[in-house]
């Protein structure tokens, strides 16, 4: 790292850069990340926030600006989101993301679950009303940013499918399999596309119910 | 124009009672620059407000002013003030709007008793090009294509106008959005300069502003700037008023120096909003 | 550097085109026979056992099958016919495009070669990564192969002849002014490339080699000067005969192409009103000194 | 990440089209030879025609390639506004009607009416382009107001030129009748109109502004630009340039930004094209007007 430009408080560790501000030379030792851009052989920081320098395992020096904010996101290709059913019926899911990975959304983001992306197996024998029910809790995997209505959605994976779902009587149902899930007080079985959750994930899910 | 029922509306007739000061209002429809500039200048080149031809008025920054929105700045150059709300990135709601890269939303509005005449509540044809201008500056600075699909509001209230409001309203929805970690190319800092024949005067005030006027002998303008400093760049340019080439290029020295000057202090205010911000959360974080 | 003329000074651009009257010219609503025994083609109705126009046209008979044809219409597909289209929405499966027709054209997902050769099974990823192939803005030529009850066109590009289109120049005319012929594409004598779209647009660009056509692959280089004048000239001989109502094919639009460098215009000359008109002058006469 | 910004944008200047992006490099390349084989500062052919709408106290249709504007100037009398006594005005109003443009329907066309209506008024407003104290009749009392009236027959690209060129040549045309102020009894004056129906005065529009837009494209900038060389710029500026070379008006278009130097430049362009504009424009109309009373072609081709 050779220039900085007005960084006037270098003694208190951090860096804090600002939109258009130089942070160094784009050289192959350092790969601009999270929160950079390239312009004119330099990178430049694009936000207002502290400046973290990170070796990465080949011996890259990875520079990344983070705001104290929570991160600008929008629901990209490739992520995994947190959504809520709003609409089912035999061809596909509407849904609201909540959420996108670890980072909850001011405002959701309207997106669909068609048929043929709920399961990766027999996928001619999926039956959408016995998959989700709206008000149900999924994870699931962003497959493109779709047409102009909706962010295209897939739970095509073994983690991916309901977590959380209320039985007609109003509790929070236990997972019984990958098909069904069951009401702890009534004891009636229903039949979701369930999601294998690790541990972790749940408790994580747990702390977001409770923000929200 | 549609009328909003639920709002009391003035009767038609009424007119601001500041028109019927006895002023010589005859002599300055048609006076000549060289009075002109005497009436905003005195021989020592020191304007009313006791400034020089090339000072600015003193700038005042704060960011936060608004708990609820994304990101919020509030701009004060002598008694121009004004407030932007920045909220987003949220979905486009209506479908003929789709476009694959993100979008800006910005709205300009004067508080209806922001200037010497009552402004009405409904945006006027001045606000909405005043609108459309930020918008076209802001999105040159804007990383748009790290949010598709949604668009980003940028919302600015001029809470009391004294001259150069779309200067202030550049710099303020620039700070705002930096704040609300909106990616950004570089941040936009807004200058304006008022052209009388032989002088330049940076950073008008209302009364010194280029009004429209007959018969003026020699040029007479305004312009003003939005100019991202880091990357050298233009992102709004309005100039109304008579010039020559040879002029403008003066006049746009002289604004985009000044808006080098502005660029630290506008950091420095970012940089403490970082800083209080990285305060806060190392308090939560003791208080868990 | 601009040129201001007055309305009155503008020659009109109709004395140009043929002005032997076409025979049979009919209006909404007027009778064609009387007969019985015909068959109702497009353009008529049938109304109290009598044939009726229901557009302004020509009447064109074939066997017992009458119709008229239109003056003006929007692009009217038929099998086989070369057309060139502009996506406009990459949706599930299958792209849309803008062929000048009634209805959004379509072009399957399972009518275009993907680049690995015929024999490649399309996976689901294709269906996810169709906009690496064709995005929105992106020009194809293609050819009718098939039309859907709506009238809807569906197109394939399974040839290596078809395929998106790279630098270039797209003009729009009249369907009605490209004349079909055995074959479409053109490398003129003057250094470009011409596709004359059955669906009136024609697409003029620097010379094709046929071992690069057809694939997904845009060349954004920079096309040398010589073949950018070429290209200007020809797609404003284009507009220029064109806005005289003369039909376009190869041998006309280089009749015309050859007349405004035998006359001395410039490439930009050719868009003034009386340049025009000129061009298409001398191209009809070159068609009847041939004729004797 | 290290895409230029200028790339990622798309036009907001008007009826967008689509261009794929090789279309759009063939156009970037153009090495002061454009698709139609203009050089940079070449306008296509300028069709004019003044005084079709005999209602109109001015009117003209000006064609430039495929943007067609329809201009029509109604002469009223009306009080002046308070903070101006002494002088009358000029009322913009363009309309941009479904006809031109499919999506000009409903409330479509209205941001881009807005934008050039409110930029006329600002080219329009200092002294050195129309004389506003000819058009008063009597100091605060009463004034002639000219009602622009611009209809967007078509749309073509380059609507800015397109309505100042014709909206110039529609003032040019206009004829304000003559009026007398008598008075009588020394209390109340009363307005006297001439008898004489061809006793009219008419606007020195000799320093009137015509509109130079130029668009950026790559390191170049050019005039009167298509539609496709709309979509493929992300910048200009319009700018206003009276009859004397003087600039007027300024605007940034587009959503790019600029480099200072090539604005400079862009402005100096402007003026020295605006002038030649102005003054083609200017010996057209004399000509047209010298020749008297010929055949006006109308709208029937």
């Not at chain 4, 100091?139 to 060129?165: H, K, M, P």
Request: proline residues 4%; contains cysteine; aromatic residues 6%.
């Amino acid at each position: 790292m050779t220039s900085y430009e007005n960084s006037t408080n270098t003694e208190s560790k951090c860096i804090i850069s600002t939109p258009g501000q130089r942070l160094c030379l784009a050289e192959d030792k350092y790969i601009g990340g999270v929160g950079t851009y390239t312009r004119q052989g330099y990178i430049m920081s694009c936000l207002a926030g502290i400046v973290k320098i990170t070796a990465q395992p080949d011996k890259r020096i990875l520079v990344e600006v983070r705001s104290g904010k929570e991160q600008t996101v929008v629901p990209s290709a490739g992520d995994i989101v947190t959504a809520r059913i709003t609409q089912v019926n035999p061809r596909w899911a509407r849904c609201a993301i909540l959420c996108v990975k670890e980072m909850v959304l001011a405002e959701p983001f309207r997106g669909q679950l068609r048929k043929e992306d709920v399961r990766a197996t027999e996928k001619d024998r999926v039956e959408m009303y016995k998959c989700f029910r709206p008000n149900d809790i999924i994870l699931a995997r962003v497959l493109s940013l779709g047409d102009a209505h909706s962010y295209v959605l897939s739970t095509a994976e073994n983690e991916l499918g309901v977590v959380i779902a209320y039985s007609e009587e109003g509790t929070p149902m236990v997972p019984v399999g990958w098909q069904e899930m069951q009401c702890p007080k009534t004891y009636v079985k229903e039949m979701r596309k369930v999601a294998k959750v690790s541990p972790e994930i749940i408790s994580n899910e747990n702390n977001k119910e409770a923000a929200n | 124009m549609p009328v909003d029922s639920r709002r009391l509306q003035g009767p038609e007739s009424a007119f601001s009672y500041t028109l019927l000061e006895k002023k010589d209002a005859n002599a300055e429809e048609s006076i000549l620059s060289a009075d002109l500039q005497k009436m905003l200048i005195d021989s020592n080149h020191v304007r009313k407000d006791k400034r020089k031809p090339t000072d600015a008025r003193p700038l005042f920054l704060r960011t936060g002013i608004i708990s609820q929105a994304k990101g919020s700045a509030y701009i004060e150059q002598g008694n121009t003030k004004l407030v932007c709300g920045v909220y987003g990135p949220r979905e486009v709601q209506k479908k003929s709007d789709f476009r694959l890269n993100g979008q800006l939303f910005c709205e300009f509005k004067f508080a209806p008793f922001s200037c010497q005449k009552r402004r009405s509540h409904q945006q006027d044809n001045e606000e909405l090009v005043l609108s459309g201008l930020l918008r076209e500056a802001l999105e040159a600075a804007v990383c748009l294509h790290h949010f598709p699909k949604a668009q980003v509001e940028v919302n600015i209230m001029v809470i009391e106008n004294d001259g150069s409001p779309l200067a202030a309203a550049l710099t303020c929805a620039s700070l705002a959005l930096a704040s609300a970690s909106i990616p950004m190319y570089d941040l936009v800092i807004g200058a304006a300069v008022r052209q009388l024949p032989k002088l330049l005067l940076l950073d008008p005030t209302k009364d010194e502003e280029w009004q429209p006027k007959l018969n003026h002998d020699e040029n007479n303008s305004n312009l003003t700037v939005g100019f991202m400093p880091s990357m050298q760049q233009i992102c709004a340019y309005v100039h109304e008023g008579v010039s020559n080439p040879e002029e403008l290029e003066q006049m746009l020295k002289i604004v985009t120096e000044y808006c080098l000057k502005v660029q630290p202090v506008v950091q420095l205010c970012l940089k403490e909003t970082v800083e209080k911000m990285l305060a806060s959360e190392g308090e939560n974080n003791d208080a868990e | 550097m601009v040129d201001i003329r007055l309305a009155s000074e503008v020659p009109l651009f109709d004395i140009v085109a043929d002005s032997t009257e076409p025979k049979h010219l009919v209006t909404p609503g007027s009778l064609i026979t009387k007969e019985t025994g015909f068959m109702r083609g497009h353009g008529t109705y049938m109304q109290d056992d009598c044939l009726y126009a229901s557009v302004a046209g020509v009447v064109e008979r074939v066997n017992q099958l009458i119709s008229v044809r239109p003056l003006k219409s929007r692009y009217h597909g038929e099998i086989g016919d070369v057309v060139i289209g502009r996506i406009t929405e990459v949706s599930q499966k299958r792209w849309k495009l803008d062929t000048n027709a009634r209805l959004d054209s379509v072009l399957l997902l399972q009518s275009v070669n993907l680049p690995g050769g015929e024999l490649r099974r399309r996976s689901a990823e294709d269906e996810l990564s169709m906009r690496q192939y064709l995005k929105e803005g992106d020009l194809v030529s293609a050819e009718v192969q098939n039309i859907f009850n709506d009238g809807a066109l569906s197109l394939h590009t399974r040839s290596m002849k078809y395929g998106k289109l790279s630098q270039g120049c797209l003009v729009k005319v009249s369907p009605s002014l490209i004349r079909r012929q055995k074959t479409h594409f053109h490398n003129l004598p003057c250094g470009a490339s011409i596709i004359m779209g059955n669906n009136g647009f024609v697409w003029i660009c620097p010379t094709l080699h046929e071992d690069v056509a057809g694939g997904f692959v845009q060349n954004l280089e920079t096309v040398p000067h010589a073949d950018r004048q070429a290209i200007s000239r020809l797609r404003n001989c284009v507009t220029a005969l064109a806005q005289c109502k003369m039909m376009l094919y190869d041998t006309s639009i280089m009749h015309a192409y050859d007349a405004s460098i035998n006359a001395g215009f410039e490439i930009k000359d050719l868009l003034l009103p009386d340049k025009i008109t000129e061009i298409a002058l001398m191209v009809r006469k070159q068609f009847e000194m041939e004729k004797e | 990440m290290s895409i230029a910004p200028q790339l990622l944008r798309g036009p907001s200047l008007m009826a967008e089209i689509l261009l794929s992006e090789a279309e759009k490099a063939f156009i970037h390349h153009g090495d002061d030879l454009r698709c139609d084989g203009r050089t940079r500062l070449d306008y296509r052919p300028i069709i004019l025609e003044t005084g079709l709408v005999s209602n109109a106290s001015g009117s003209s249709r000006l064609r430039l390639a495929n943007s067609d504007v329809l201009v029509g100037v109604k002469v009223e009398l009306a009080s002046p506004l308070s903070e101006k006594p002494l002088e009358g005005r000029l009322e913009f109003f363009v309309d941009c009607s479904a006809n031109a443009t499919p999506e000009f329907e409903g409330r479509g066309g209205e941001d881009l009416a807005n934008e050039i209506c409110r930029f006329l008024q600002m080219s329009y407003m200092s002294g050195d382009t129309i004389n506003l104290s000819e058009l008063s009749v009597l100091a605060g009392q009463q004034c002639w107001v000219l009602y622009v009236d611009i209809l967007i027959l078509e749309c073509g690209g380059n609507l800015y030129d397109t309505v100042s060129l014709a909206v110039k040549s529609a003032l040019y045309t206009t004829q304000i009748p003559s009026i007398k102020v008598a008075t009588m009894d020394g209390d109340q004056p009363e307005l006297e109109l001439s008898e004489d129906p061809y006793d009219t005065k008419r606007l020195n529009t000799q320093n009137v502004p015509c509109l130079v837009t130029l668009m950026k494209i790559g390191n170049h900038y050019l005039v009167d630009p298509t539609p496709e060389e709309e979509c493929c710029s992300s910048s200009g500026v319009v700018v206003a340039v009276s009859g004397s070379k003087k600039i007027t008006a300024v605007r940034k278009i587009g959503s790019g930004s600029l480099h200072p130097e090539s604005l400079v430049s862009m402005l100096k362009t402007a003026s020295e094209v605006g002038a030649v504009v102005n003054k083609i424009l200017m010996k057209k109309l004399l000509e047209e007007e010298t020749a008297g009373k010929t055949q006006k072609v109308g709208f029937m081709r």
